[in-house]
């Protein structure tokens, strides 16, 4: 692509994420303007468009994508209602951020791996903004350097203080999990091929049925195990580690330790509340990454593998979840695509 004219994008999906995707692109970074807002919800297209210059609001996003100032998208709608956008994406040739998941399930994330092969060459980054994140970067940057030996196992803390009303036990893993199944592939460089969740006794602090918080267990074809504590109701804060166990020393993140005050006999410092605000930088950082590389004509990033994979390790975790017992991951073979 290689332009000199700022990208211009279609949002879809002007919900929490996509209303600040939009802020970002149109006040953080450079390179790139909104120049149509999607939502089902016409008065949220609107309301969001209209905070933006020169920026259209649409109910129908292969409508504002066959815009000629459309020249990339960015899909913020649910993960349900990814594989239509993406498609209709891919119909324009257009280059797509994706917020995660891919899709909801492997079958569909197969489906869209298959459309974008057809294209014959990557179109999508999927949105794992924890590749953007800088205590991410530094672990994974250490654990290249081979410092501390293989790494054994990782341990990884998930905490939200609500879930949203209408996450399912499923989501748990599917919506929230995803996150820790693509982090451990990345920063150990392994495919997972297994998934067992067990769960204690619900918090009561969880509504009814709900079975929060879940212990998910991983294994990799490297040897290695990575297990995650999903808690989306623990109420306090928003906590996201991870610790890593190698043969010659551990490594940690996500303390959240910034700033510690000493005052009138106590020790403390804040917690996060949610996402947008522990991963502020990585978000705006992913974006940007975005945009210069798709005015390069480049894609980099998570790519459409990535977040096919992680859908596949999701599903069976959710069968783990269902019938019980550990469940093995049956992946596709990896096209050449995106070797
Ligand atoms: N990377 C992260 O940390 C992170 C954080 C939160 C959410 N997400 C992801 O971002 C996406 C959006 O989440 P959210 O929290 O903003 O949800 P949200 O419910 O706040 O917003 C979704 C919006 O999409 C609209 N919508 C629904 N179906 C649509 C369709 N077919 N076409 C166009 N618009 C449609 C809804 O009306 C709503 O305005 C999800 O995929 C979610 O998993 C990622
Ligand atoms: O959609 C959100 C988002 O992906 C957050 O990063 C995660 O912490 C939440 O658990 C999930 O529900």
New binding site residues.
């Given amino acids: 692509m290689n332009r000199r004219e700022p990208l211009g994008i279609a949002v879809i999906g002007a919900g929490r994420m996509g209303a600040d995707h939009v802020r970002r692109i149109d006040r953080v970074v450079s390179g790139a303007r909104v120049t149509a807002v999607v939502d089902i919800d016409a008065e949220r297209a609107r309301a969001v468009a209209a905070g933006v210059d020169g920026c259209t609001a649409h109910t129908d996003p292969a409508a504002a994508m066959a815009a000629p100032d459309v020249d990339a998208v960015l899909v913020a709608s649910p993960g349900p209602a990814h594989e239509a956008a993406l498609l209709a994406a891919f119909e324009h040739d257009l280059p797509v951020l994706c917020e995660?998941p891919l899709t909801p399930d492997a079958a569909s994330a197969l489906r869209v791996m298959e459309a974008e092969q057809a294209l014959g060459h990557r179109r999508v980054q999927v949105g794992f903004m924890r590749r953007y994140d800088a205590e991410y970067a530094e672990l994974k940057a250490l654990l290249e350097t081979g410092r501390l030996g293989r790494p054994l196992m990782l341990h990884n803390r998930?905490r939200?203080v609500a879930?949203p009303s209408f996450f399912t036990s499923a989501m748990l893993i599917s919506?929230?999990v995803a996150?820790e199944v693509d982090a451990t592939r990345w920063l150990l460089g392994h495919e997972i091929t297994a998934v067992t969740v067990l769960c204690p006794t619900p918090s009561s602090g969880a509504p009814d049925g709900l079975r929060d918080p879940q212990f998910v267990v991983l294994e990799t074809d490297g040897g290695a195990l990575s297990d995650v504590e999903i808690f989306?109701n623990c109420g306090f804060g928003y906590q996201v580690r991870a610790e890593v166990v190698c043969e010659r020393g551990t490594a940690r993140i996500g303390e959240g330790h910034a700033l510690v005050t000493d005052e009138a006999g106590h020790w403390g410092g804040a917690i996060a509340q949610d996402?947008t605000d522990r991963f502020a930088q990585a978000y705006d950082d992913e974006i940007r990454t975005w945009v210069d590389a798709t005015r390069r004509g480049e894609v980099t990033g998570p790519s459409t593998w990535d977040g096919y994979a992680a859908a596949a390790v999701c599903e069976a975790g959710v069968r783990a979840l269902e019938e019980g017992g550990r469940v093995e991951v049956d992946l596709v073979e990896k096209p050449a695509l995106y070797r």
């Fill in positions: 995660k998930h939200n879930g919506d929230s996150h989306v996402w």
